[in-house]
């Protein structure tokens, strides 16, 4: 059915995220050429923890970075609110490089990532809207159960004790918050609610508040060894770290590496207190779904519900639709889903659509890597993850940048290489053939299949899942 539209509804506009404050402009611009230490090129969560670590370990060094729109225009603006510890890429990935333990030692810095991003929001007066209410999952049919015991089962192999993750009984489950026809449920106190824009803007005024230059309305042309070049003068630097997450296929020499992937998001009108008594979710919980077309969502802060998914997830060409716009028929899937989940929000309506891209690498994992030759950098890949992943990623590319040996530098994911995507159309292709069969997998389970559609095992063999 058609998504019923509050009269003020917004499509796109950046995000919902900004719409209190209302969508900056640009900043100052890069004006001339200039040195620096190290040029950033990208004011989203990367660049920004990034430029954040490098300037508090050493207050010397002259930091330079450089943004298209605004810092949090990207992704960063935009997520789902998730600061989660969950890997980007599976633990066996990992390991085949860097081994069991490796994997695990990553897995654990990203839980202390989580506890990393709270301290230093407090730290720095950074109002956030965080709640570290944890991340409940839940199986709706009788195949994302399985899953489910699955999935926890793996958890298990690799150390994920109780205290990391457990399963919850009916009552736990109901008692926390009630999906419509959940079957089961798991519970990890290793992720936190975030209101995405508000962290992006207080971390970039942190950043600059330590005498970093960050320059908006800038667009970066070209990045070669020493230097990150823009329509109004040069940044030469000796060191250059690109951080452009999604964004990272409009860059020449860089079109194939990280997949641009749309993600798209709905939020509801606030909902008023009885809704709230038929749902729950007093704990602010962040929620999932063990579907292939999986959602997620949360509880804003203003009582509202933030609920997401794959709309078209992938333009040809890797192109971008930059301010967000979202179809009227991902609104209508969005909301059909969010009240299956939901029913009494049924009365409710859409106050906001919007979207936004992620970075995906061929092998769905995410790295870190600076060429000690050349000066030159980057991390990313996040693929749906960074919320958290960037702060790992800026605190490692901090100790890359500083040549120290720590064991954030001997992690697992840097310096990981991965082949490039195919061509097109093969990789228009393969994406939307993928996300085809995992939407005809969710369909046949949800007629009470037992066990995971075939449909989706094809998808994961087609792109690498």
Not at 436 to 453: C, F, H, I, K, P
């Amino acid at each position: 059915m058609s998504a019923p539209l509050s009269p003020e509804f917004v499509n796109g506009e950046v995000s919902f995220w900004y719409r209190s404050s209302g969508v900056p402009a640009p900043g100052e611009r890069l004006d001339g050429n200039t040195r620096a230490d190290v040029a950033v090129v990208g004011a989203g969560y990367t660049g920004l923890w990034t430029a954040y670590y490098l300037k508090k370990a050493d207050p010397s060094l002259r930091i330079v970075v450089l943004e298209k729109e605004f810092a949090g225009f990207g992704a960063s603006g935009r997520n789902g609110g998730w600061l989660t510890g969950a890997l980007a890429g599976s633990p066996e990935r990992y390991a085949k490089t860097h081994g069991a333990d490796g994997a695990r030692r990553l897995q654990r810095a990203m839980f202390e990532a989580i506890d990393e991003v709270i301290r230093v929001a407090g730290e720095e007066g950074i109002d956030a809207d965080i709640v570290k209410g944890g991340l409940l999952t839940v199986a709706r049919g009788p195949a994302q159960a399985l899953r489910l015991r699955e999935e926890l089962a793996g958890q298990r192999e690799w150390g994920w004790g109780p205290e990391d993750v457990r399963l919850l009984s009916g009552d736990e489950m109901n008692d926390r918050l009630r999906v419509a026809d959940a079957l089961a449920a798991t519970w990890t106190p290793h992720c936190a609610r975030i209101q995405p824009a508000k962290l992006a803007r207080g971390l970039a005024a942190a950043v600059r508040n330590l005498g970093v230059d960050v320059y908006e309305g800038t667009p970066v042309t070209a990045i070669a060894p020493g230097r990150a070049v823009t329509p109004y003068g040069t940044v030469w630097a000796d060191h250059v770290l690109r951080c452009t997450e999604g964004f990272t296929a409009g860059i020449d020499g860089h079109h194939r590496d990280w997949l641009p992937m749309n993600s798209s998001l709905i939020v509801t009108e606030p909902l008023p207190a009885e809704v709230w008594d038929e749902i729950g979710w007093q704990g602010r919980e962040l929620l999932g779904d063990m579907a292939h077309y999986y959602m997620y969502a949360q509880r804003t802060a203003d009582d509202r519900i933030a609920f997401g998914g794959r709309g078209r997830p992938y333009l040809y060409g890797s192109r971008i639709d930059e301010r967000g716009h979202t179809h009227a028929w991902t609104v209508d899937a969005l909301w059909d889903l969010l009240v299956a989940f939901f029913p009494a929000v049924a009365r409710s309506r859409v106050a906001h659509a919007w979207s936004g891209v992620l970075g995906v690498p061929r092998d769905w994992c995410s790295a870190v890597h600076l060429d000690p030759a050349t000066g030159l950098g980057w991390a990313g890949g996040y693929t749906g993850h960074g919320v958290t992943t960037t702060n790992l990623a800026g605190r490692t590319l901090r100790d890359l940048v500083l040549r120290r040996d720590t064991g954030l530098t001997r992690m697992p994911w840097v310096d990981r290489r991965v082949r490039a995507w195919e061509p097109e159309p093969l990789r228009w292709l393969g994406v939307h053939s993928m996300y085809r069969l995992y939407r005809l997998a969710d369909a046949r389970e949800s007629g009470g299949m037992t066990r995971t559609s075939v449909l989706a095992r094809i998808a994961d063999r087609i792109t690498g899942h």
